[in-house]
């Protein structure tokens, strides 16, 4: 069970960055098989799901990080989807813990995500009727600036 | 005659509300963290007659101790609703009074005066044990005078507070 | 006859840990279903992170948890050198070390503080720890002049030389919290209501405690001795020598039990770390910090905080500011599934205990 032989068990790149750091870049269809073999591998905790809005190429990218224990690896997972309609499979019946990380990907940057029933229901937000906030469109200054009152400072201090 | 005999009984009865201040025990931000070390053995509060107490039926002051999330707001107002009068709202840290370092955050509201009447504001990121003690200090001076009326604005402005939390809070009650 | 009902405890309860509130579905007094709702310190640090220049964000991320501040300095200063490619002077990891480990004993004896207090009723452990833990704040306070987010540690090392007798007074402190752990334990540890409230109480297995991702302590609680300290060593650990506590009972006696040894083995690490400290530079200079570059690229730097491990993912793009940060906190997995999965089948008296036990820190999991 060496790093090395990741690049047979996986489709996609696989690039050891340094001692404990694995790149994996893998096609939008491949995640939830590339994650199933890298859990058959010994990565068997999750540590976190995120997304990275990349607007000038009109791109998310989505990004998994895996630990594994017995080996001390970091594996980061990567995948490119369209960021038109984004929407990608749930990996919860993999990683339990993947659930809430999913939901906070639909809630902050408005990423489907299939197969989990939490997906779309509000978590950290409420009444949210915006853009999903964290998407780089969104523009949190003006947000901020229109719906919160702000205290005007006194030109002089008397 | 009864004027003067009302005035008394107002005035004894603040000087002995201020010396029995309770503080609801709830900490919205991260100001909160400065509250148990000024309750514990260093500074000991209690000295003061200021104790913290988990219902807000039976408590006198609202502590906001920081930066105030819409989420969390909704919240505040109904505890401060729930709480009796006299009541006292003191905000606590740079986040309450404009916003602080949350200034551009979509979630933080930025004055807290505009959606609760607040007595006393404590400035600072995050303001130090001694200057909570010195800010219940001046609260009970405020009391004294009778210049701690917070609740009682709530009352005459409530139009403008119920206003000012729809704009954030939607439609809400 | 029992029926089933809804209760919502919290976020403002004395037995919730923080500001997050919890859905509860009941049969008598036995929770049938458990839901967290968090979200009420949301202030969304990788948003606020993405207008800030490299220097600003420096004030900026102590605030995300504020019961043990540093550890956010630490993983922002690591992903930045190691984009940069910066090496950090020898003392620099000694006081970084010192720092994080001092801000960890803090963080338990807080943490222990309140747990008692609030879920327990025994206020005695509160008074003492709280108090004794002010005497660090003092020392903290000599570093920068703040009580509690010091901004101390910075990319390229920290930001100066630790004061002057600041390594005495430390070792004073050191001893004063060893001296004192025989009164915490006979007021809390050895409590017959606090053994009788917390052993076999909410059991995880290693395996489930695995697949959840869960770390740190309510990990170790389960056998697993996984510590980033040791696993990745950074700052100045691979230079010391420590053995990570691990308990096999997994329940929220062994929780708590082990962060007492936690707490024991961090002031040992202070006193390895204070005599081996060498003389030297404090800082490898970077150029003008309002123009800090980070190369493009992206990084995920991980520190083991007091509630398990404590990451940053940071991606750069070459410009003034950070592209994108996620901040993975370790209550995350311990409140969603763990908690949630937990609390089926116990009674609502015990919820507290349970939730006190794994503690959860909620700015984490809001951010
Ligand atoms: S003023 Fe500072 S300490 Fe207080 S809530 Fe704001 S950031 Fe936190």
């Not at chain 2, 005066?113 to 010195?134: F, K, N, Q, T, W």
């Not at chain 3, 948890?65 to 000694?94: Q, S």
């Not at chain 3, 109480?201 to 405690?209: F, M, R, S």
Request: glycine fraction near 8%; charge should be neutral; hydrophobic fraction near 40%.
């Amino acid at each position: 069970m060496e790093i090395e032989r990741l690049n047979q068990v996986i489709r996609g790149t696989v690039e050891v960055k340094r001692k404990q750091r694995v790149d994996i870049i893998v096609d939008n269809a491949d995640i939830v098989s590339a994650l199933h073999s890298l859990k058959l591998f010994g990565f068997n905790q999750l540590t976190l799901v995120t997304a990275v809005d990349w607007i000038e190429e009109q791109q998310f990218e989505v990004v998994y990080v895996l630990y594994s224990n017995a080996q001390k690896v970091v594996a980061i997972v990567k995948a490119r989807i369209p960021r038109e309609n984004p929407e990608i499979e749930t990996i919860e019946d993999l990683y339990p813990n993947a659930n809430k990380y999913e939901v906070e990907l639909t809630e902050m940057f408005g990423i489907k995500v299939r197969g989990n029933p939490d997906s779309g229901k509000p978590f950290l937000l409420e009444n949210w009727h915006d853009l999903p906030p964290m998407r780089k469109d969104f523009d949190s200054i003006k947000y901020a600036t229109e719906h919160y009152e702000a205290r005007h400072r006194k030109e002089n201090n008397d | 005659m009864d004027k003067e005999i009302e005035q008394g009984y107002n005035e004894i009865l603040e000087s002995l509300r201020k010396r029995s201040l309770w503080i609801l025990h709830y900490c919205t931000g991260c100001g909160a963290i400065e509250l148990p070390p000024t309750m514990t053995s260093r500074y000991d509060m209690g000295r003061f007659g200021i104790v913290p107490f988990v219902t807000p039926r039976q408590s006198d002051i609202l502590i906001v101790t920081g930066y105030v999330n819409i989420k969390t707001l909704r919240r505040i107002i109904t505890s401060y609703e729930q709480m009796l009068d006299p009541k006292y709202v003191i905000g606590f840290g740079s986040c309450s009074i404009n916003g602080g370092i949350y200034w551009d955050s979509h979630s933080v509201i930025k004055k807290l005066d505009s959606y609760m009447p607040v007595d006393l504001y404590i400035a600072g990121c995050m303001p130090r044990p001694e200057a909570i003690i010195h800010s219940f200090k001046h609260l009970m001076e405020l009391i004294d005078t009778g210049k701690a009326d917070g609740y009682r604005r709530y009352k005459e402005n409530y139009d403008f507070y119920r206003k000012n939390q729809r704009k954030v809070l939607g439609k809400w009650r | 006859m029992t029926k089933e009902y809804e209760l919502n405890i919290g976020p403002n309860h004395p037995g919730i840990p923080g500001n997050f509130s919890l859905h509860l579905e009941l049969e008598g007094d036995t929770i049938v279903k458990a839901n967290g709702d968090s979200g009420y310190l949301h202030r969304a640090f990788g948003k606020l992170m993405e207008h800030r220049l490299y220097l600003q964000n420096v004030a900026l991320i102590p605030r995300i948890c504020v019961i043990e501040p540093d550890i956010n300095e630490a993983v922002y200063a690591m992903a930045i050198e190691e984009l940069m490619g910066v090496k950090i002077p020898e003392r620099a990891k000694y006081i970084r070390t010192i720092i994080l480990e001092a801000a960890r004993v803090n963080a338990y004896l807080f943490g222990l503080g309140i747990f008692a207090a609030a879920t327990l009723g025994l206020y005695t452990l509160m008074q003492w720890a709280v108090g004794d833990r002010d005497y660090m704040i003092d020392l903290f306070a000599s570093l920068t002049g703040a009580r509690i987010y010091h901004m101390f540690i910075w990319p390229g090392g920290v930001r100066r030389d630790l004061p002057p007798k600041f390594e005495e007074d430390i070792l004073d402190w050191v001893k004063f919290i060893k001296d004192k752990l025989p009164d915490y334990d006979a007021v809390f540890f050895k409590n017959s209501m606090f053994l009788h409230r917390t052993k076999g109480l909410a059991t995880i297995t290693k395996e489930e405690a695995l697949s959840m991702g869960v770390t740190g302590p309510n990990l170790k609680a389960t056998g697993v001795a996984q510590d980033v300290r040791k696993d990745e060593p950074y700052a100045a650990y691979p230079y010391l020598d420590f053995e990570i506590p691990t308990m096999t009972e997994g329940d929220a006696w062994a929780r708590t039990i082990i962060r007492r040894l936690e707490l024991e083995l961090s002031l040992n690490l202070i006193e390895q770390a204070v005599k081996k400290m060498p003389k030297g530079p404090v800082w490898t200079k970077m150029p003008n910090p309002f123009k800090w570059y980070v190369p493009r690229g992206d990084a995920y730097a991980r520190v083991e905080s007091s509630g398990g491990e404590y990451g940053f993912y940071f991606v750069s793009d070459g410009g003034a500011k950070p592209y994108r940060v996620y901040v993975r906190g370790a209550s995350m997995p311990h409140m969603y599934p763990l908690a949630e999965k937990l609390l089926i089948g116990q009674k609502l008296s015990d919820a507290p205990q349970i939730l006190g036990s794994l503690n959860i820190c909620p700015p984490e999991i809001d951010r």
